[in-house]
């Protein structure tokens, strides 16, 4: 890599600056790169500074010294929430906020994408995967639902019947499976996806500007919204309380 400036010494996060491109990297290996609340708060802050700066104009999004992308929300947290902390969900403002960032912006997934990690990659314009990559929304098992956008993105991105059995039934997809189904856009050798995937924002990041921006914008206008955000963060809500949560404070 060349040209690559130092933007932040956030907590768990890795960004820089290629020709262009922010190479944003998760970096929580040791726990599969699950975020917490100094993550989300660091990504936050990192797509609002990286959308200000004139030399950003695409974004690369990775799971940074692991073997996964994102295992989803940090399981220890999970046992300290309320309900009322589903309301105003910080992973489903940021993710909106990733899916909203005005460059066009690539997931590049190795192995674990689950849960928060996969409606992390779902708020991405594109996904590459390695060979050994896998994705899947666990959290009705886990007595939650999948809330950081979601139930809003994965019928829209992998079609209505297929979402709903990852997200009823637990189906997990390979990363060749999720090639077939349109989730990902190419799937390549673990060594060679990250430079893939600067290869390919790099070619967004060199088209004119304001046309892209403008285009991305266009095609956020075909999202149909409706209440889907707001369902789901109250229904975490409610499930976050009930008795039997095995994420309740005291529960194995």
């Keep these: 890599m060349r040209n690559v400036s130092d933007l ?4 768990h996060l890795k960004t820089e600056i290629c020709e262009g491109v ?10 599969a790169n699950a975020y917490d609340q100094r993550l989300l708060q660091a990504l936050g802050e990192a797509l609002e500074q990286l959308a200000r700066n004139p030399e950003v104009r695409a974004l690369v999004l990775h799971g940074a010294g692991s073997r996964h992308f994102c295992a989803g929300a940090d399981r220890d947290e999970l046992s300290r929430r309320r309900p009322e902390d589903a ?12 899916a909203r960032w005005p460059w066009p912006t690539v997931a590049a ?14 708020a991405c314009d594109v996904r590459l995967a390695s060979q050994d ?3 899947g929304f666990p959290e009705t ?7 950081a956008g979601g139930c809003l993105r994965a019928p829209r991105i992998l079609g209505d019947s297929l979402a709903r059995e990852m997200v009823l039934f637990g189906r997990q997809l390979s990363a060749e499976e999720a090639l077939r189904f349109g989730l990902v856009s190419q799937v390549v050798p673990g060594e060679e996806l990250l430079e893939q995937a600067l290869d390919l924002a790099g070619r967004a990041a060199a088209r004119h500007p304001l046309a892209t921006r403008l285009a991305k914008q266009a095609l956020g206008l075909s999202i149909p919204r409706g209440d889907a955000p707001e369902f789901e963060g109250a229904a975490q809500a409610l499930l976050y309380g009930l008795p039997d949560s095995p994420f309740r404070p005291g529960r194995a």
């Design 8 to 11: 932040s010494s956030m907590p």
């Design 109 to 122: 997934i190795r192995g674990a994408a689950l849960g928060g990690g996969l409606e992390l990659a779902l």
């Design 22 to 31: 922010a190479l944003v990297g998760l970096n929580r290996p040791q726990q």
């Design 87 to 98: 309301l105003d969900l910080e992973a489903r403002r940021v993710f909106e906020n990733l």
């Design 141 to 147: 098992a886990l007595g939650l639902i999948p809330a």
């Design 133 to 135: 990559a896998f994705f």
